[in-house]
């Protein structure tokens, strides 16, 4: 049930549903003082949500400080979370736009930071097919030459609370002893620590895949709506909610 609800707030998580909903309230309201106001709200909320400004200052503020990593040490495993991966109409995997993840853990590995690399990700589809994300990930893993005896894989999760559930018992099944360094996209590093060390994982975080909230601004960034601030929210909001909800869960 838990799984079912997280899926429907996240469609209502998408600020363009917003401003289009205040856009039709505008639209079909029969008082022309109630019209101005609904169309001046959709209108000033399209301006906010688009500034690149604002969402570079909240993603700066929500980014999760990245740990000291031990460079004369050699980690156990690196822990890589799924979700840079998805499913064409035939089933087939291809890299997505958070792909980075998988870069940074083949580069832990091919630079001998660490022993081994966990793969964790099913599919957190509604409805989900066929296509498993880690099952996917190892045959990619092969291509790069890591051989199968330094790979894990889990492939049922669904979301971030069994990435953490499942990767503890294999990680304990295989007596892999902490700590991990912990690699998933920058936007959801803060969330997947809590709920890694509320599992008992010593996690190590090494974020990846930086959207926003690292960059230079320029002058036309103030000005200038963004389409990429605006889909960008969605990614970050999701992750606010979600964190407070699996706080208190």
Known sequence: MYFILSKILIFLLYPLLWVFTLLLIAVFTKRPKRRK??????VILLFLLSNTVIF???????????DVVNTKQTYSCVIVLGGFSSADKNGNGY???????????VKLMETGKVKRILITGGNGNLVPGKYREAEWVKTQLKDF???????????????TIENADFS????????????YLLVTSDFHMRRSMMIFKKHGLNVIAY???????HSDLSLANFIMPDADALDGWSFYLKEVVGYVVDYWK
Request: charged share 15%; aromatic share 12%.
């Open 56 to 66: 570079s200052w909240f993603a700066a503020l929500w980014s999760y400080k990245p």
């Open 37 to 42: 106001i609904f169309l001046a709200a959709a």
């Open 168 to 179: 503890k018992k294999i990680l304990q099944a295989n007596h892999i002893q902490p700590p």
């Open 207 to 213: 974020p990846s895949n930086y959207i926003a909230g």
């Open 145 to 159: 030459n890591i051989p199968d005896s330094s790979t894990l894989i889990e492939s049922n999760s669904r979301n």
């Open 95 to 105: 890299f997505n736009e958070s792909a980075d993840r998988f870069i940074q853990g």
